[in-house]
């Protein structure tokens, strides 16, 4: 401080600077120098820096200004005569800073003497000035009363109709609408029915005036609904007129919450279309706005369907989310009369999208709209010719065609009139697939329903091509092997229409020419997929005994020669997940492949029955129909009203009857039931015991999440016989969370206890902990330190449990890294109560289907899913099975992060030992 005091006195005026900067930095970390007033009042008042005099003001706001018994300090006198000339300073900034730091004042003594030069300001020729005189005006109103400013109304409501900048008339109308509403009403009438005055209110440039009308609009409407007519008009020309984004915002939902009226909804509903279709518009906006169009929706769906055209155009967004979110809300107004425009709508641009690397995202949400569609309303995709864009587009573009190949298989075997159309297509394009997934899709789809076995069979062994089968990496090591090389003369034509020789090597010779396609997957990659080998050995043997007897004897040779060579072809597969280089050792066909491709070596030679081979649309039925149909009965049903159902009212219902537009619609409603009780088991369950019973001074924290933030609320009782004084919580953090707003240091009476409140910010879902100790001064005995236990935060109770479709985990669990693989054994023996503790003791959701969780009782397999506060995706495989001791097996969890994926593997561990 010595220092500090040093260069405020002697210091030139960059060191003044300086140090004025240190001052005010330490005064904000808890510091007190209560004589550096007086230094601060001779020497840098004195000086004609404008720089040092926004420190001074800046300084004045935070300095402690009253005695410890409440007093105001005697340096305030003379800090009222330095703020009193500034209030007269011909700079406009200095006057206007200095009105602001007096706004914030709230000591009557200071106020006498200053009100007068506030009152000078309101008058002042630059607008900047007049516009924080009146906010000073209205701080010193609300808190002093009208005793200390009587005719304060009566000055603002001159100043409102002589001014013309839209800045000061907006502060004056908050005053005016606080202080006295029926003024500020009066003007408001006067404004609104003057034709001059409302174009003025209306115009482009008044959108900070606007929405503090429209505000006290809603709230007279609310207050008295009669005069609710006499104001509609109004608002609906101001949502009409207005080219602010906020205010055409705030115009919708105060309609929605004035009135139902079907002309004043479908009004509101175009505002917000007309928000989500503005390219200039930001995309929170545009994701505020379908947030409030899927709210309406439950009760009005038919405004809505009626202009789900213009809603759907919002997919020219450049936003994923907005797309997304757009898509859905369309899907969920979909009926006969929209359908057709709908669908023609998204495969119009799903064909605009058709290779755009950077779109690959967007032709995944497209696709799943058409299916969608497809699914709700079969008819379309025939008559709309959506097989033929989902083939042509996308099936063969390796990121979206195992969707497609998913949505043609459900069609395929759900509507028999698509068939023969999908069946001549896949033909087609068979030997251009890219993909093994689509590949396996393809040939199911041909085995099952072949129109022409015979024609299935030869296009597919033309895309395996001709024998030998060997892996690439074997053919090079042969050539390599070879001592000799042969060359052979060859005749062609040449481009001038003569004849010459070429001479080719014959390592070139064998060379295969098939190397596309089929052919590729099985002999030109390195890691052979031989669950592609088995499915296509499954398909020949199912065709072939679709064939009439003459042509099953001519194909079964060549059937039993492919197979017997793919049985013999060799993988080098990748040394770990994470890496790209391969294995230097060959490996032969794994044993359950093996197995499976004998067994129809043997089918076709009549060694074994062919009865396995039947029954495979029954079994796609069977998990087809929870997947496409379960999700869009739930959607339904969620929306539906009965007739005798009771009218909810407001003020009498539950937390459960609660949705967004109420919580729009006034701030006191929202304060009765947006936070849970605090007396709740819940809070109980988040207290932590600090210090021990035997302490001194006792502490226990209670967390509290609000958002991203953590809210810690000390509890802290002095149990001693004397006065802790300047009692100072000191906090320190480790991992991804840190410390936004400190506990403040106090007194403690004798037996007294006291409330501190401070706030954690979270970064992430990784666990971290909070540490520190207790100082306090007392009495002959200097200062005392006491330590606090540690507050570990748990990365659960970030974690929120949310559904996915199957298909959806499936993409997650390929894309996610970091896994941990937890042992489980307990000797319980009830397999579907273990998984449900688990789910709800871990916050996640079981997506596995009821029915598949059901078809065993010695053994249970079964996903369950989650996601963060942070948009973190949680995933969990339980795989379990009765044995002697009791049920055993393994829980594989994957995160996007490591510490998430630690975290719920301790927490699994946790949760075995508390499972009873």
């Known amino acids: 401080s010595k220092e500090i005091a040093t260069l405020i006195e002697k210091g030139t005026e960059e060191e003044k600077i300086d140090a004025m900067k240190t001052l005010i930095l330490m005064i904000l970390q808890d510091e007190n120098f209560p004589r550096m007033i007086m230094t601060v009042v001779q020497h840098a008042m004195r000086s004609e820096s404008k720089y040092i005099k926004k420190l001074l003001l800046i300084y004045w706001e935070v300095i402690e200004k009253t005695n410890p018994d409440g007093t105001l300090k005697d340096e305030m006198v003379m800090l009222c005569n330095a703020l009193r000339n500034d209030l007269l300073s011909p700079n406009e900034f200095v006057r206007a800073r200095t009105l602001r730091l007096v706004a914030k004042m709230r000591y009557r003594d200071l106020m006498d003497s200053l009100l007068q030069p506030v009152l000078e300001c309101l008058n002042h020729r630059h607008p900047y000035v007049r516009r924080n005189a009146v906010m000073c005006v209205y701080s010193i109103y609300m808190t002093f009363g009208e005793d200390m400013f009587p005719d304060a109304v009566d000055r603002i409501d001159d100043l409102l109709a002589n001014e013309s900048d839209l800045s000061t008339k907006r502060n004056c109308l908050l005053f005016l609408f606080e202080a006295a509403p029926s003024v500020a009403m009066k003007y408001l009438n006067s404004v609104l029915l003057d034709e001059e005055d409302s174009s003025s209110l209306f115009g482009s440039s008044a959108d900070i005036l606007q929405l503090v009308v429209l505000d006290e609009l809603k709230k007279v409407c609310k207050a008295n609904p009669l005069e609710k007519g006499r104001y509609m008009k109004s608002i609906f020309t101001l949502s009409a007129t207005s080219k602010s984004q906020s205010v055409l915002f705030e115009c919708a939902s105060t309609i929605v919450q004035l009135t139902s009226l079907a002309s004043a909804v479908k009004l509101a509903v175009s505002t917000y279309i007309k928000l989500l ?184 062994l033309s895309a395996v091509g001709e024998r030998p089968f060997i892996n690439k990496r074997e053919r090079a090591q042969q050539t390599e092997n070879q001592t000799e090389e042969q060359n052979v003369h060859r005749t062609v034509i040449l481009p001038d229409g003569t004849y010459g020789t070429q001479i080719i090597s014959s390592t070139e010779l064998k060379k295969p020419t098939h190397v596309t396609g089929l052919r590729r997957l099985l002999t030109e990659v390195e890691e052979v997929d031989f669950y592609l080998v088995t499915v296509l050995a499954v398909t020949l043997t199912k065709l072939y005994f679709k064939l009439e007897k003459p042509q099953q004897d001519k194909c079964l040779k060549e059937i039993l020669l492919v197979l017997t060579g793919l049985v013999q072809l060799r993988t080098y597969p990748k040394k770990s997940k994470t890496e790209n280089s391969y294995s230097e050792v060959a490996f032969s066909i794994d044993p359950d492949n093996f197995e499976r491709i004998v067994h129809c070596i043997q089918t076709l030679t009549g060694l074994v029955d062919s009865d396995w081979l039947e029954g495979g649309k029954d079994l796609y039925k069977l998990c087809d129909d929870y997947s496409y149909k379960h999700e869009e009965t739930e959607n339904e049903q969620g929306f539906a009203s009965q007739p005798d159902d009771l009218i909810a009212v407001k003020q009498l219902r539950g937390r459960e009857g609660i949705n967004d537009i109420d919580f729009t619609e006034d701030e006191a409603f929202k304060a009765l039931f947006s936070e849970i009780e605090n007396d709740s088991e819940a809070s109980l369950k988040r207290v932590k015991q600090l210090t021990g019973l035997g302490d001194p001074v006792y502490v226990e924290c209670s967390m509290k999440l609000n958002h991203y933030d953590i809210v810690l609320e000390f509890n802290i009782f002095n149990r001693t016989s004397e006065t ?185 561990n946790l949760i075995q030992q508390q499972y009873n």
């Open 724 to 908: 802790l004084q300047n009692l100072t919580l000191e906090l320190s953090c480790q991992g991804d969370i840190k410390i936004v707003e400190k506990p403040q240091s106090c007194n403690i009476g004798a037996a007294k206890s006291i409330t501190l409140k401070g706030t954690v910010k979270v970064s992430s879902t990784q666990a971290g902990s909070i540490f520190g100790n207790i100082t306090y001064d007392v009495h002959r005995a200097g200062m005392k330190v006491l330590s606090l236990n540690e507050i570990n935060i748990d990365a659960i109770e970030y974690i929120v449990p949310e559904s996915c479709t199957d298909s959806e985990f499936r993409k997650l669990w390929q894309e996610l890294k970091w896994e941990s693989q937890v042992p489980v054994k307990h000797n319980k023996a009830d397999l579907k109560n273990f998984v449900n503790y688990l789910a709800q003791q871990a916050h996640m959701q079981i997506v596995t289907p009821e029915s598949v969780m059901n078809c065993s009782s010695q053994f249970l397999v079964c996903n369950l899913y989650a996601k963060s506060r942070f948009a973190e995706d949680a995933l969990m495989n339980v795989s379990v099975e009765l044995g002697l001791g009791g049920l055993c097996g393994t829980t594989r969890i994957r995160a996007k992060s490591e510490g998430m994926a630690k975290c719920l593997g301790e927490r699994v």
């Open 277 to 460: 279709n503005d390219p200039s518009a930001d995309n929170n906006v545009k994701l505020l706005a379908l947030e409030r169009l899927v709210a309406l929706r439950p009760k009005y769906s038919n405004i809505l369907r009626e202009q789900s055209i213009d809603i759907i155009r919002s997919l020219s967004s450049p936003s994923n989310d907005i797309r997304k979110k757009c898509l859905d809300l369309c899907l969920d107004l979909l009926s006969s009369k929209n359908v057709e425009d709908i669908v023609k709508y998204i495969k119009k641009e799903l064909i605009g999208v058709q290779g755009k690397k950077e779109e690959l995202t967007y032709q995944e949400i497209l696709i799943e709209g058409l299916h969608k569609c497809a699914v709700r309303f079969p008819e379309v995709t025939g008559s709309l010719g959506l097989v033929e864009v989902l083939i042509d587009c996308c099936l063969l573009q390796a990121s979206t065609s195992g969707e497609v190949a998913a949505f043609l298989q459900h069609l395929m075997n759900n509507y028999p009139q698509l068939a023969s159309n999908i069946y001549d297509k896949l033909h087609y394009i068979f030997s251009e697939i890219k993909t093994s997934t689509v590949y396996r899709t393809a040939m199911w789809m041909m085995a099952e329903h072949s129109e022409d076995p015979k024609r299935s069979i030869n296009c597919i």
